[in-house]
């Protein structure tokens, strides 16, 4: 179904606009001061267990917003270590929270040592080591919030953003002295050696003896963030109630995610099931698991007869995503909290779905309707182990392949949700390898209905040099009338600075 657009597609951003551009140079938080940075950075734990592994080559990775102190830290731990090698790295392509793994590679570090906020997703090739920071909390005015709004003796699961890490035991004391049940969430901080927890990325509870998580409330501390959103998706479906404490504000309120960003969740899932063509996007290089999910997803469209394209192209922005247009749905192959931050982005023209809605979308049998629990996790080792559709041989020989498909969000019949179903007319000839039906105006390439071929035919108004001179003898008319073909020469080679 096509769509009418009031305006071009922005296939580039504006070159004005870059131009235009104002960069803002100044932090509006200065440097720390060199008094604090051993406590601020925790230079002398940092340099101990360093120094405990031997590693002679280190990479510090620092976010934007911290890189005005990277001078000073690297200078400070050279000064401990005189005999390690440092190298500062900032961001990676696809966000500040995700360990750059590649970069690390390029200057062979044997470590890396990650500075601020962190998504925890586990590596697999070097050992990480978090500095998460020491962010101040007001220990009573939290206990005091939660007397008001929580009965004593609830059992709470406490979930702290990272870098207030440093204060949760302090607080887990705070609230059992005021009569609360707590189970703290742990962070492993060395991923290379953690395993996999079946909630959070980087993070390990242990429930109380004869309970589950449906009897606990959730407690958050932090303010809002990719974190928060992340844990209340994985847990709204899961816990009695949740509730999010702001340190800065000093306020605690009741969470209630499920009402609206499950419901756009479930919406992806029904999209990602009319989609034809899908586009996986490599959103990490350093999230261990993420090349045989990549695998595992194109292996699952294609036998959903569903066409895959694979996109790796560094950060994301919607005006390189609108350059495929004949892409119906992109799957994002990324940390959980980089997912979110695309999932709030409606700036984006395809809907961008997470690998577990995708396959969740993918299992559902043609002619009945998705179901869903609530249930909703980004952890690339669950996501693997996700059943497939298991339809029996006799019901997969009576499905009609060619039958159009119900969208439940358009009310309406669609006959391209599984275009690369085989066709049983289609000639096998080297001779045949492409060509359109006049029916249909479908592109058959070996035999199998291809969306591209099919998009290159229909809907491009621009197909290659010398188009104009094929459509005109595909009329029957005379190519040659008002128009004088050119004779292919050879153009001049060289560098700027001289050409032949």
Not at 25 to 36: F, G, H, K, N, S
Not at 283 to 301: C, D, F, N, W
Not at 354 to 380: I, N
Not at 474 to 488: A, H, I, Q, T, Y
Request: net charge negative; glycine share 6%.
């Amino acid at each position: 179904m096509s769509e009418s657009l009031s305006s071009a597609v922005p296939l580039s951003n504006d070159d004005e606009a870059v131009l235009q551009q104002e960069l803002d140079l100044t932090d509006a938080t200065p440097a720390t001061a060199a008094a604090d940075l051993g406590h601020v950075y925790e230079l002398d734990e940092c340099a101990a267990k360093l120094a405990a592994a031997d590693y002679r080559r280190v990479a510090l990775q620092f976010p934007d917003n911290l890189l005005k102190d990277a001078a000073a830290v690297t200078a400070a731990l050279q000064r401990r270590l005189p005999s390690v090698a440092f190298y500062v790295l900032g961001d990676t392509s696809y966000g500040s929270c995700c360990v750059d793994e590649v970069a690390a590679e390029h200057v062979d570090a044997q470590a890396l040592v990650h500075f601020g906020r962190a998504c925890l997703s586990p590596t697999a090739k070097l050992p990480i080591f978090y500095v998460l920071g020491r962010y101040p909390l007001d220990i009573k005015q939290l206990v005091e919030q939660a007397e008001r709004r929580l009965p004593r003796k609830s059992p709470l699961l406490l979930v702290t953003e990272s870098t207030y890490m440093s204060s949760q035991p302090a607080v887990a004391v705070g609230l059992r002295e005021a009569g609360y049940q707590v189970v703290e969430t742990l962070l492993q901080l060395q991923t290379q050696e953690s395993r996999r927890t079946s909630t959070l990325p980087g993070r390990l509870y242990t429930l109380q003896e004869g309970k589950t998580l449906d009897d606990y409330t959730l407690f958050y501390i932090g303010p809002p963030s990719p974190t928060l959103t992340t844990t209340l998706m994985t847990h709204t479906a899961l816990v009695a109630s949740c509730y999010s404490y702001h340190p800065i504000h000093g306020t605690l309120k009741g969470e209630t995610l499920q009402n609206a960003a499950l419901r756009r969740r479930y919406a992806t899932v029904l999209k990602a099931r009319d989609a034809g063509v899908i586009g996986i996007v490599v959103g990490t290089l350093g999230v261990s698991g993420y090349a045989p999910l990549i695998t595992e997803l194109k292996r699952r469209i294609r036998q959903a007869g569903k066409k895959p394209y694979l996109f790796a192209m560094g950060k994301l922005n919607p005006a390189k995503m609108a350059n495929f247009q004949e892409v119906d749905l992109f799957v994002l192959v990324s940390c959980g909290e980089h997912a979110i931050l695309m999932e709030g982005s409606r700036a984006f023209y395809k809907p961008i779905a997470t690998p577990f809605e995708l396959l969740l979308a993918l299992a559902a049998k043609p002619q009945e309707a998705v179901a869903w629990t609530g249930r909703w996790t980004t952890d690339f080792a669950q996501v693997m182990q996700m059943p497939e559709a298991n339809t029996p041989q006799e019901d997969v020989e009576e499905v009609d392949m060619d039958a159009p498909h119900f969208s439940l969000l358009t009310g309406t019949y669609a006959s391209t949700a599984r275009p690369m179903r085989p066709i049983s007319h289609a000639t096998d000839t080297d001779a045949a390898l492409l060509k359109v039906s006049s029916d249909t105006q479908l592109g058959l390439v070996g035999g199998v209905l291809s969306p591209a071929a099919a998009f290159l035919n229909n809907k491009k108004a621009w197909t290659g040099l010398g188009a104009d001179h094929a459509m005109a003898e595909e009329r029957g008319e005379d190519e040659s009338v008002g128009k004088e073909s050119s004779v292919l020469t050879e153009g001049r080679t060289g560098v700027a600075r001289g050409y032949n």
